[in-house]
């Protein structure tokens, strides 16, 4: 019996490798003598550099790098054999690192992110992969740049300070110290959103909020980026403001895409790639995969669903546990999904589920196994 584990994390709960090991405790309790392959996957955004390094055994690298409001941060990344680094925007330049009451998403900058990107470049990266989500910022990647050699001049052709809002005052952009290293260098861009840059669904308006912007502030943010986006194309001959995703992580998928050509694909599709979810699932008798919560919006983008459709591709039946399932998440049964369930055994406040996920998700996989051995009778 061959039995695939490939999970998402479980929020402020349990990592993606923690869950896989979760499920695989409870089903070798009843089959000790079965295969069972993890394969933690992620969607692009936190724990995407845990989940690939579990799979693929790389190498996890720490760096000292500026937090999203020059305090300097801890930031993780990872090293694979085949000279890939994996990175993180939320590991520099994430809203973890801003308690609530001093978020300020008007000089946020991901300048410790484009930090990030040296340090693989420094290690000789000839594959850079950078998962979007999670972030303070919304500078458009400004930061990003700046830590890359580009420079953000005024009129008076000085530098502007960091942050989305001086993007306003933005006169000139110049290229010409733009580390030349990544012309050799594929930049993959993993993200789950197909926000654009500006307007009522770009970085602004949709994620602002979140980030410590008032209503006032999102409208000058999102024309500070409007702005930006045409000193850009007027720098690069080409507008990439509308292209889908590039609103992603606070418009640092703008400056991915026209300054780093950077390619964009889904985060799952490329995190089951880097662990070989397609070859692992070859042969398996059921996969079961999960995440904190299943509901109509897992159709989109979302880890349980992307790795359904490998695990479909090779005839292989599916089964998602999950902390609670929301209004309409009968939809993903329709996405190669067979069944679904969740792990409560009853009432119990959130605290509780968090802190009890591990336990109940080793009990549900050992029931699922027991009524797997019975339909094998």
Same mark, same amino acid.
């Given at each position: 019996?061959?039995?695939?584990?490939?999970?998402?994390?479980?929020?402020?709960?349990?990592? /993606?490798?923690?869950?896989?090991?979760?499920?695989?405790? $409870?089903?070798?309790?009843?089959?000790?003598?079965?295969?069972?392959?993890?394969?933690?996957?992620?969607?692009?955004?936190? $724990?995407?550099?845990?989940?690939?390094?579990?799979?693929? +055994?790389?190498?996890?690298?720490?760096?000292?790098?500026?937090?999203?409001? +020059?305090?300097?941060?801890?930031?993780?990344?990872?090293?694979? %054999? !085949? =000279?890939?680094?994996?990175?993180?925007?939320?590991?520099?330049?994430?809203?973890?690192?801003?308690?609530?009451?001093?978020?300020?998403?008007?000089?946020?900058?991901?300048?410790?992110?484009?930090?990030?990107?040296?340090?693989?470049? !420094?290690?000789?990266?000839?594959?850079?992969?950078?998962?979007?989500?999670?972030?303070?910022?919304?500078?458009?990647?400004?930061?990003?740049?700046?830590?890359?050699?580009?420079?953000?001049? !005024?009129?008076? !052709?000085?530098?502007?300070?960091?942050?989305?809002?001086?993007?306003?005052?933005?006169?000139?952009?110049?290229?010409?110290?733009?580390?030349?290293?990544?012309?050799?260098?594929?930049?993959?861009?993993?993200? *789950?959103?197909?926000?654009?840059?500006?307007?009522?669904?770009?970085?602004?308006? &949709?994620? %602002?909020?979140?980030?410590?912007?008032?209503?006032?502030?999102?409208?000058?943010?999102? /024309?500070?980026?409007?702005?930006?986006?045409?000193?850009?194309?007027?720098?690069?001959?080409?507008?990439?403001?509308?292209?889908? +995703? &590039?609103?992603?992580?606070?418009?640092?998928?703008?400056?991915?895409?026209?300054?780093?050509?950077?390619?964009?694909?889904?985060?799952?599709?490329? &995190?089951?790639?880097?662990? %070989?979810?397609?070859?692992?699932?070859?042969?398996?008798?059921?996969?079961?995969?999960?995440?904190?919560?299943?509901?109509?919006?897992?159709?989109? $983008?979302?880890?349980? &669903?992307?790795?359904?459709?490998? =695990?479909?591709?090779? $005839?292989?039946?599916?089964?998602?546990?999950? %902390?609670?399932?929301?209004?309409?998440?009968?939809?993903?049964?329709? /996405?190669?999904? *067979?069944?679904?369930?969740?792990?409560?055994?009853?009432?119990?406040?959130?605290?509780? =589920?968090?802190?009890?996920?591990?336990?109940?998700?080793?009990?549900?996989?050992? *029931?699922? =196994?027991?009524?797997?051995?019975?339909?094998?009778?």
């Amino acid at each position: 019996m061959k039995i695939v584990v490939a999970p998402d994390s479980f929020k402020e709960s349990l990592s /993606a490798p923690e869950v896989a090991e979760a499920i695989a405790r $409870g089903w070798l309790r009843v089959f000790p003598e079965a295969e069972v392959l993890l394969r933690p996957m992620a969607d692009g955004g936190e $724990g995407t550099v845990d989940a690939v390094l579990a799979a693929c +055994g790389g190498e996890r690298r720490e760096l000292r790098v500026s937090g999203p409001l +020059g305090e300097p941060v801890s930031a993780h990344w990872g090293w694979l %054999g !085949d =000279a890939t680094a994996v990175l993180e925007m939320a590991a520099a330049s994430g809203l973890h690192w801003v308690p609530a009451q001093q978020r300020d998403a008007t000089r946020a900058s991901s300048y410790g992110t484009g930090e990030l990107i040296r340090a693989a470049l !420094d290690a000789g990266a000839r594959r850079i992969i950078l998962g979007l989500g999670g972030s303070a910022t919304n500078d458009g990647g400004s930061g990003l740049l700046r830590a890359l050699g580009v420079r953000f001049l !005024d009129a008076e !052709d000085e530098e502007l300070e960091p942050g989305g809002l001086a993007l306003a005052r933005l006169a000139r952009i110049d290229v010409s110290g733009l580390d030349a290293r990544l012309l050799g260098v594929q930049v993959e861009v993993a993200a *789950d959103v197909d926000n654009p840059l500006c307007g009522p669904r770009g970085a602004s308006h &949709v994620f %602002g909020p979140q980030k410590g912007a008032s209503a006032a502030q999102v409208l000058a943010l999102d /024309a500070a980026l409007g702005h930006f986006a045409q000193v850009a194309a007027a720098t690069l001959g080409k507008d990439h403001s509308g292209f889908p +995703g &590039v609103g992603a992580a606070g418009g640092l998928g703008f400056a991915a895409r026209a300054f780093l050509h950077a390619r964009f694909r889904p985060g799952i599709e490329l &995190v089951a790639e880097l662990s %070989g979810l397609a070859v692992a699932v070859k042969g398996a008798d059921l996969l079961i995969t999960g995440e904190g919560r299943l509901d109509s919006q897992s159709l989109h $983008g979302k880890t349980p &669903v992307g790795v359904a459709r490998v =695990a479909s591709a090779a $005839g292989v039946p599916v089964i998602a546990l999950a %902390g609670s399932l929301g209004e309409g998440y009968q939809a993903v049964y329709e /996405a190669g999904i *067979d069944a679904a369930f969740s792990l409560s055994a009853g009432p119990q406040s959130l605290e509780q =589920a968090m802190a009890g996920a591990a336990a109940a998700l080793e009990a549900r996989a050992c *029931d699922l =196994a027991r009524v797997w051995r019975m339909a094998r009778a």
